[in-house]
């Protein structure tokens, strides 16, 4: 978790371990990069007893995802670089909207692959980081609900983050 993927020497307080995306497959490394878009989604969008969001807080989710490059985890900033880097014509993270149910499966699928392939703090960051954009975008504008706590919960459940 040292080396940046610039191959810059390690910062200060870091671990000498490199992490480069070669650790994951095509489809692993596709899921881990399209999770938080979708997580953004899904945190946004209307629901039963969750209330209609606006421009705010979908401002709100992209700001979280963008606060990923600086967390002080190799996995995140290079989950965010991937993200921003992306330019082929493939969807954006957030085109790829799904259903409560797939989402949370799909977070449950990262965990998976985190536990087998990333190193646990790299993990834990991760994980932190994909329910601190949910939780920006619930919270924008003072209308989270009881509906948006329960998302939350879900979230950070299917996350092993609770």
């Known amino acids: 978790m040292s080396h940046s993927l ?7 307080g870091r671990r000498a371990a490199p992490l480069t995306t070669a650790v994951y497959s095509a489809a692993e490394w596709d899921l881990l990069t399209t ?12 629901a039963p007893g969750r209330p209609p969001r606006g421009v705010a807080a979908g401002l709100a989710g992209l700001d979280a995802v963008a606060a990923g ?4 985890s190799d996995l ?7 993200i921003y880097a992306r330019h082929d014509g493939a969807p954006a993270p957030a085109d790829r ?8 499966a799909a977070c449950r ?12 703090a790299d993990s834990a960051a991760y994980r932190q980081w994909l329910e ?8 924008a504008g003072d209308l ?3 509906a948006d706590r329960r998302f939350l919960a879900r979230l950070g459940g299917a996350l092993e983050l609770r």
């Open 109 to 120: 699928a990262a965990v998976r692959v985190l536990r087998r392939r990333a190193d646990p």
């Open 144 to 146: 989270t609900g009881p």
């Open 69 to 72: 490059r600086a967390f002080d």
């Open 6 to 12: 610039a191959g810059e020497p390690p910062s200060a």
């Open 132 to 139: 601190s954009v949910a939780a920006r975008v619930c919270h």
């Open 76 to 82: 995140v900033r290079a989950v965010v670089a991937a």
């Open 97 to 104: 909207l799904a259903d409560l149910v797939d989402l949370l």
């Open 35 to 46: 999770l938080p878009g979708r997580v953004l989604v899904a945190a946004a969008s209307p």
